[in-house]
């Protein structure tokens, strides 16, 4: 299936690039990636800083689009007119996919030396790894239940994290009242994908969310736990304004900043975005989980995977996984980019209270089997389903479809595309 799509791009694109297209600059990493906003900007500039230590220059692929789905379709045609980036920022189902083509470098050399292996969780490397090999370098991990409130909105109101999903349609029915936003949303599918992890979770709990969207079992993908969950979703599409449609996620984060909006359910890249506009966590926003959530860490991974181009291109790529692996990389990334490192070594100084829970409760999570890879980011299914799944959310977030009606069509969604 991957492999014919990368063929049919291949056939509607023009040959010819061929050998030279990877005769690169040794000296020089492209890297290709979708972090466009301003606190995703600031946080690849520790990268960039430290591969130029190492020697190298870093040439700068952007392909703007939050989610990443722009630059996977870039990608795509690229590696079908053979003339892939030297390093791409990666997703879950999609580093394991383009690593049985034989597109990916090996990074054993690396990861052997500086003892990989040790750093990383369990359900990290299982995207990082294929057949025992190192293919990705992860920087960072994510985690997508999360709610940001804006805390002036909420101290004005009297309002407290809600702990139960009932009292957050009562807290939005206030906010409302009082003549703000309740939910700042941006309307494009992997935005409402993201909604939809927590929404499953909290209807759920860790162990249907696996059996649901990792395992796709037919019985509990057609549950009536499973209409709770669309239920839920069907609630938080009344809590939005009527612009929602299309909106990027940093302009929805930037609503709760200025206080036209009072909450957003969104990975903590958005943490980012505060920090970048110079806001303090517990100070200026609130941190925490979706209700019904709590305890349970929902993680969306970027890992950087190199292609292979050849001997020149290997110390350059070497070295560009040693920077995303790097320590003090690791903690001064992710301290910008609102999430934690993918290496469990890294102290929690200098990471605020939002990040310093993230690391807590990743540990807890991981003990209790509590840890989930995320449906919306590729890292509870791979592609096929995936996208079949984001079209009945999607289509359900934007008409008045009942909830028993779409748990139906999931169902068929996702046996169809197995
Ligand atoms: C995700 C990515 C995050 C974040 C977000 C918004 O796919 O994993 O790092 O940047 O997109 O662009």
Same mark, same amino acid.
């Given at each position: ?28 990493? $492209? ?6 906003? &301003?606190? $995703?900007? +600031? ?8 591969? @130029? ?52 470098? /090996? ?26 090999? #190192? ?9 997508? /239940? ?5 805390? @002036? ?48 979770? !909290? ?24 209409? +709770? ?20 996620? /940093? ?17 903590? #890249? ?26 349970? =860490? ?40 609102? !999430? ?14 939002? &990040? +310093? ?6 540990? !807890? ?20 389903? +995936? ?8 289509? =359900?977030?934007?008409? /008045?479809? !009942? ?16």
């Amino acid at each position: 299936m991957f492999k014919k799509q990368i063929i049919a791009i291949a056939a509607t694109l023009l040959a010819g690039h061929g050998a030279s297209a990877l005769a690169a600059d040794a000296k020089t990493v $492209e890297v290709m990636h979708w972090w466009t906003s &301003g606190g $995703e900007a +600031k946080a690849l500039g520790v990268l960039k800083d430290n591969l @130029k230590e190492r020697g190298y220059a870093w040439k700068d692929s952007p392909i703007a689009g939050g989610g990443g789905e722009a630059a996977r379709t870039v990608l795509k045609a690229r590696v079908a007119s053979n003339n892939p980036p030297d390093a791409i920022q990666m997703l879950g189902f999609t580093i394991p996919e383009y690593a049985a083509e034989g597109y990916l470098a /090996n990074l054993d050399p690396v990861a052997t030396k500086e003892g990989w292996d040790k750093l990383v969780p369990p359900p990290i490397q299982r995207f990082s790894k294929v057949d025992g090999h #190192w293919i990705a370098a992860p920087v960072d991990v994510h985690r997508t /239940n999360w709610i940001w409130a804006n805390k @002036k909105i909420f101290d004005e109101l009297k309002l407290t994290p809600p702990k139960t999903f009932d009292e957050l349609v009562t807290a939005a029915a206030a906010i409302r009242k009082a003549g703000y936003i309740p939910l700042a949303h941006g309307g494009q599918p992997w935005q409402e994908a993201t909604i939809f992890d927590s929404a499953v979770m !909290s209807a759920g709990g860790p162990k249907f969310y696996q059996q649901a969207l990792v395992k796709l079992d037919t019985g509990a993908l057609g549950s009536k736990t499973m209409e +709770k969950a669309f239920d839920q979703m069907r609630a938080l599409r009344g809590m939005v304004d009527p612009n929602f449609p299309g909106r990027d996620w /940093n302009l929805a984060t930037s609503m709760v900043i200025s206080g036209k909006a009072a909450m957003q359910i969104m990975g903590d #890249w958005a943490k980012g975005e505060f920090a970048s506009a110079g806001k303090k966590a517990n100070v200026d926003y609130l941190c925490f989980q979706y209700p019904g959530t709590e305890g349970t =860490f929902i993680f969306n991974t970027d890992q950087f995977a190199t292609f292979k181009k050849g001997e020149a291109s290997v110390p350059g790529e070497q070295a560009f996984a040693s920077t995303i692996m790097d320590k003090g990389v690791q903690a001064r990334f992710n301290q910008i980019k609102g !999430s934690i490192p993918a290496r469990l070594d890294v102290p929690e100084d200098g990471f605020d209270e939002c &990040g +310093k829970k993230s690391m807590t409760d990743l540990r !807890s999570a991981l003990k209790a089997d509590a840890m989930v890879g995320s449906f919306a980011h590729g890292h509870a299914m791979p592609d096929g389903p +995936k996208t079949a799944v984001y079209d009945v959310v999607t289509h =359900f977030f934007n008409s /008045n479809q !009942s909830s028993a009606d779409a748990v139906k069509a999931l169902v068929s969604a996702v046996n169809n595309s197995k």
